[in-house]
């Protein structure tokens, strides 16, 4: 269950209540239709909790269930559909559709297609009223119980609550292993190529021990290299052998063929010794096809594989395989207090009965434990509530996959309903994939899952629900990022949610999709080998798919492909082959999120200026598109904007209109005269009306015009503002004259960040001080600060006056001579 119904029918009710009064809805003479709408949906939705639980065991309430959901789907079109025609019908009307919907003073064809509009819009809505009404009317609906959510909203009390738990917080029998494989490594480091296996069951903490080898420091002081691949089950050649060139600093294009790829690691590996971990393997021939014959051409090498089966071991020539055992009740239920966080030892001995119960229903699986081990933080240590998580129906459920049954499930099943969809979600992105937290957040803003918080940005609350999925164990954060801005799916809770999605979202080639699947997928994720992505098409039904999106290939797509997926909320083509996108375009009104970054693209259709739903729009790294359509203007629901590494030099005027723009990933700094509508940068005072920027990129600030004190601080007020990154170009020439340094440092001296600022890059400031605002304790959230090629500057700022700073960066500081005492704050 891809969706959950319960917050489908939640955002389309609370869509109605927004339009229902609406001039555009008005001018359609459809708001009595859209009121029945609303209330049917009121009157199923306290019965969905029931019928979704009821679904995974029963086939009948699951049919019922689907047939609902394909329902509300066809709602939020309709919704969307409404709203867009009626907003065109309302622009182009001559008069004001409070005094008179007539057609007077309009031409007899644009009456006759006004009126045609009204019709259709009209007549879909009565019919997905009558559908709604057979639903209500089916004898499963009688049976269903009329119960509310019972899960609170908990997101920000469990975040506060609860630290992140170490991977392994039992230790001794990790750390014994660890220090055993790490003596069979040093031991066996001159050999050509030996191999050593950590075998066990999923999630019984292979990749935890292998971790902890390959982050030895013995280890990383005895091989010239060291590399960590993950491989998955359905692995690319190509892609593993890209992940292993740039582990060992080796460029190469997408394009490249294996072989290519091949040469380019024995040339890279020639005459020197490595340490490589091949994570997760499920077919030998990762090592006897694929890495190998190139990796022999190093004078020493050893492979550390992470595998569930012995016989993958044994083809692979793997002599002394680690067995990881399952944990027994002692040390299981020592992971389970700890990782609740629980301090008292008289609480730990009063709960230990009740918890060795749990940690046995867990299986003595390290996973499975965790993962509880969250679900009881946010209830009351006490021995009844502990019994109810015992008691729930969960554990008895015998119809889904063994690997997933129990603790996986019902870490899940205690999600609120806004959380389960995000989690199910998160398989649009390919096995063992690194997951950006800002890009998977985007992603969820995009497809509605985020609820509205008065006075609090959709991204900010989404935010909230990332840090909680990380907080339940049900992502994982990547080491490298100390904030967690970056984490992965363990492949069993991944398993899970590919379960719970089967029927609407597909992962792999979709040329083998066959029309009996088809009909109610809403998601693609196209991973291919082949040079072109290709849909089947379904003959006259229509494919409602909303979320498109590919794993990294250079891969091209169908030239049919705008026409055919009108319903699309996300499209990702990001670094596929496209060098040109359609006029037809604009018939996406759906769409929410397009995501162009990297393609071979020379322009941007006007079209895109029909898309009025449209909040993300990425075109990063397009080295071909050197200007931007007046168009983008008119998209009033615009979030992001990213143009960073675009070499984009033509830009409309009046991108302060676009009230609801928080993250503006490039803002090159330019102006033209007042006549003109396309301009070589936009005008530091556009930025004025942008009051919810969150995130933001001003570059080429050297070409900015000092303001008077009266209109020049810009950017003190936004107070949702937390990163900004402030930049100058490169000067042609050697230096920059003295009018050109006093003009930055006057820039840079008026563009004062407001307080709640986290993040902060200069890069290229050529002023020989930093601004004062940099100098004063200011800036008292300041976590991250990066002063890049700032080589003129003669002094540090007092950075020890910074009270929160936690990553400090600074390169090509040439002019600084020495660090005085304002360095650590004196």
Known sequence: MATILDSLIGSCVNKLQGII??????????????????????????????????????????????????????????????????????????????????????????CFSNIRVR??????????????????????????????????????????????????????????????????????????????AIIGTGGIGKTTLAQKVFNDEKLKQSFDKHSWICVSQDYSPASILGQLL??????????????????????????????????????????????????????????????????????????????????????????????????????VQNLRDIGIEIVQKCGGLPLAIKVIARVLASKDKTENEWKKILANYVWSMDKLPKEIRGALYLSYDDLPQHLKQCFLYCIVYPEDCTIRRDDLIRLWVAEGFVEVHKDQLLEDTAEEYYYELISRNLLQPVDTFFDQ?????????????????????????????VDNNMCKLRRILAITE?????????????????????????????????????????????????????DCLGNLIHLRLLDLDGTLISSVPESIGALKNLQMLHLQRCKYLHSLPSAITRLCNLRRLGIDFTPINKFPRGIGRLQFLNDLEGFPVGGGSDNTKMQDGWNLQELAHLSQLCQLDLNKLERATPRSSTDALLLTDKKHLKKL???????????????????????????????????LMIVLFFGRKFPTWLSTSQLSSLT?????????CVHLPPIGQLPNLKYLKINGASAITKIGPEFVGC
């Open 21 to 110: 009064t609406e001039e555009a809805i008005l001018i359609l003479g459809v708001e009595e239709e859209l009121r029945k709408l609303q209330e049917r949906m009121k009157q199923i939705q306290c019965f969905i909790s029931d019928a979704e639980r009821r679904g995974m065991e029963d086939s009948a309430v699951h049919n019922w269930v689907s047939w609902l959901k394909d329902a509300m789907y066809d709602a939020d079109d309709i919704i969307d559909l409404a709203s867009f025609e009626g907003s065109k019908l309302l622009n182009g009307h001559s008069s004001s559709p409070r005094k008179s919907f007539a057609c007077s003073g309009l031409s007899f064809l644009s």
């Open 119 to 196: 019709h259709k819009i009209g007549d879909k809505i009565r019919s997905l009223n009558q559908k709604l009404e057979e639903i209500a009317k089916d004898k499963i609906f009688a049976t269903l119980e009329n119960t509310q959510s019972s899960h609170k909203d908990s997101t920000s009390e469990l975040r506060k609550s609860s630290q992140i738990v170490e991977p392994n917080l039992v230790g001794k029998e990790i750390l014994h292993a660890c220090r055993k494989l790490v003596s069979q490594v040093l031991t066996h480091k001159e050999k050509k190529a030996y191999k050593l």
């Open 246 to 347: 740039r582990t060992i600093d080796v460029q190469y294009k997408q394009e490249e063929s294996v072989g290519e790829l091949q040469s380019k690691i024995e040339s890279a590996i020639k005459d020197k010794s490595y340490f490589l971990v091949l994570d997760d393997v499920w077919q030998s021939d990762v090592w006897t096809n694929l890495l190998r014959t190139p990796l022999y051409a190093a004078t020493s090498g050893i492979i550390l594989i992470t595998t569930r089966h012995d016989t993958v071991a044994r083809e692979i020539g793997v002599e002394e395989p680690h067995h990881v055992n399952l944990m027994s009740p002692a040390v299981g239920w020592e992971l389970l207090w700890k990782s609740i966080n629980i301090e008292d030892d008289k609480e």
């Open 485 to 513: 801005s970056e984490c992965k799916m363990h492949d069993l809770l991944r398993q899970l949610a590919c379960h719970l999605s089967r029927e609407e979202c597909y992962i792999g080639d979709p040329t083998s999709l």
């Open 530 to 582: 082949k040079d072109m992505v290709v849909i089947p098409s379904m003959g006259k039904e229509e494919i409602k798919l909303r979320t498109f999106r590919t794993q990294q290939n250079p891969l091209g797509i169908e030239k049919t492909f705008f026409m055919r997926f009108v319903y699309l909320r996300v499209l990702d083509l990001a670094d596929l082959l496209v060098e040109k996108i359609p």
């Open 725 to 759: 990154n402030l930049c100058c170009t490169k000067p042609t020439d050697e230096e920059y004259s003295e009018k050109g340094i006093s003009n930055v440092e006057m820039i840079f001296e008026q563009l004062s960040p407001p307080r709640n600022l986290e993040d």
């Open 784 to 792: 991250y600060l990066k002063l890049i090629d700032c080589n003129s």
